[in-house]
């Protein structure tokens, strides 16, 4: 039996909506499958450094040919993506920041998508070596853009549902607070997304 690995990445600790929404996911999974080890990852406080020269190359280095420098130096990524292996469900909570995710989840991105580990590539193609893991992103944001006039601008949840395709995890489900911003649902924003947990 995998973990539930759940994934944070708001800079708002107790205040925040995402992380609200993502352990009302989590609470429901555990009803549901009781036992399950939850490993909790704020992403805000990991050295996910950002991708540089002697990183890249070490991705691309085969296992047997690494140095101990470079074995080093993969000692973050390959925790990461052990986590993620370790984990038949990822709950991720994305802050939408300037119409993105957060720099920091980013990062945590950066170094699961790790090549012959998370993803290979055969004839030139690439071709996710994840499968059977459900995830669900619980994503929050001032604005709405699950309808209406903003929804063309929400380009964390396509791009997250893409890149999670692409190491082979294509069973995504997208619970929203939203709206907490604005005027007319400020007060309804939180309400509304967690009751929408119900259906997990
Ligand atoms: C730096 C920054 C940028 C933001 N950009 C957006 C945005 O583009 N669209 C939006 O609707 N809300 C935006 N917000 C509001 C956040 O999405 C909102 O506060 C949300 O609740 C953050 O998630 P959290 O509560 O989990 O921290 C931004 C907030 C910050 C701090």
Do not use: C
């Not at 998370?118 to 893991?133: E, H, I, N, R, W």
């Amino acid at each position: 039996m995998g973990n539930i690995l759940h994934i944070i990445s708001s800079a708002r600790g107790e205040a925040s909506n995402s992380i609200m929404l993502g352990n009302r996911i989590v609470e429901k999974l555990q009803q549901r499958h009781p036992g399950k080890e939850l490993v909790t990852i704020d992403v805000t406080r990991q050295p996910y450094e950002q991708l540089h020269g002697e990183l890249v190359t070490a991705y691309r280095t085969p296992q047997p040919s690494l140095t101990d420098a470079q074995q080093r130096l993969l000692q973050v990524s390959d925790e990461a993506v052990a986590q993620l292996m370790a984990a038949d469900i990822i709950v991720i909570g994305v802050p939408l920041y300037n119409f993105q995710m957060p720099a920091a989840l980013k990062a945590w991105i950066d170094h699961i998508v790790r090549p012959s580990k998370t993803v290979a590539y055969k004839d030139g193609m690439p071709a996710g070596l994840l499968s059977g893991q459900k995830a669900y992103l619980a994503i929050a944001s001032n604005g709405i853009y699950s309808e209406g006039p903003m929804s063309p601008y929400d380009f964390a949840e396509p791009y997250l549902r893409y890149i999670l395709g692409f190491l082979g995890i294509t069973d995504v489900s997208t619970y929203r607070i939203e709206g907490a911003g604005m005027t007319a649902t400020r007060d309804t924003a939180v309400a509304k997304g967690l009751a929408s947990v119900e259906s997990v």
